[in-house]
């Protein structure tokens, strides 16, 4: 079972009305378990709307979503996935460890293993001294960081990622992408990532998916062989 597979997926904003928008037309895309998938193309190609499809927070205007053979609403409600986009969204009345324990509180973990989970993710991410702060307290690269962690709580199946580095400085991105391949490899899961940077969806991925603009389209998609990465 793909962990995400798109078919004839056409977004139209505001259909039927002079401000009509087709963010997306004739998507198909098939995402393997375990396999690395990167989004590049020019702003306004429709990465964030197919990322967003996926994660059930859009409907597609015609088309098909399956998330391990579920629909994205079911695989939302399983917790199949975990999101990492662009704004952080988190909770800022919560403190950066309860932010990162959320997904694992709604699936019902007990405190104890919670609490280890959220401080082993906060190492990885750098931020363990900042465990007891409010979101808004920190740097957007630091909330970033945050939004990462939590999303790898649940250590899903499938991971959607919507330029997760983009605040990030140079430094900072270098580890978290060896950070980010390392967990993959190390779980399993199946990653969409969204960048801008080509050297970074080479380096990251097994496949690139480039899209064009008005309508968004898949134009092509790249195979990265091993020696590149
Ligand atoms: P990207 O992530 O590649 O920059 P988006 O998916 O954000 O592209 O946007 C694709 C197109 O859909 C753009 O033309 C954008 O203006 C439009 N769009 C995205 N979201 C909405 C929305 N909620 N309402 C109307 N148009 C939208
Ligand atoms: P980033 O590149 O992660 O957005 P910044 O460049 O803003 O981070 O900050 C660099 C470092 O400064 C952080 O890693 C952190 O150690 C410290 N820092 C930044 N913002 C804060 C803050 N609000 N409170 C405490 N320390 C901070």
């Known amino acids: 079972i793909p962990a995400v597979h ?27 378990p375990g396999e690395f998938v990167s989004l590049i193309g020019p702003s306004g190609c429709g990465k964030s709307t197919l990322m967003r499809i996926v994660a059930d927070l859009e409907q597609p205007t015609s088309g098909t979503v399956a998330v391990f053979g579920k629909t994205a609403k079911q695989a939302r409600v399983d917790q199949d996935y975990g999101i990492a986009f662009q704004a952080a969204g988190l909770l800022p009345w919560r403190t950066v460890r309860a932010n990162i324990e959320l997904p694992l509180e709604l ?10 989970r959220a401080d082993e993710l906060l190492e990885t991410v750098g931020l363990t001294d900042f465990a007891n702060h409010r979101p808004e307290q920190l740097s ?27 605040a990030l400085d140079e430094m900072t991105r270098e580890r978290m992408q060896g950070e980010l391949l390392r967990l993959a ?18 380096y990251l991925s097994d496949r690139v998916v480039v899209m064009s603009p008005r309508p968004g ?13």
């Open 217 to 229: 389209r898949i134009a092509e998609i790249v195979p990265v062989s091993l020696g590149e990465r």
């Open 6 to 32: 798109l078919s004839a997926v056409d977004k139209t904003f505001g259909a039927g009305t002079s401000a009509s928008v087709t963010a997306l037309e004739g998507i198909d895309l098939t995402v393997a």
């Open 185 to 202: 490899a190390a779980t399993g899961c199946a990653v969409v990532f969204v960048t801008h940077s080509i050297p970074e969806a080479v």
């Open 140 to 166: 957007g690269g630091m909330q970033q960081r945050v939004a990462i962690a939590r999303s790898l709580a649940e250590q899903p199946r499938l991971l959607l990622m919507d330029e997760p580095f983009g």
């Open 107 to 116: 699936h019902g973990t007990k405190k104890a293993q919670r609490r280890a």
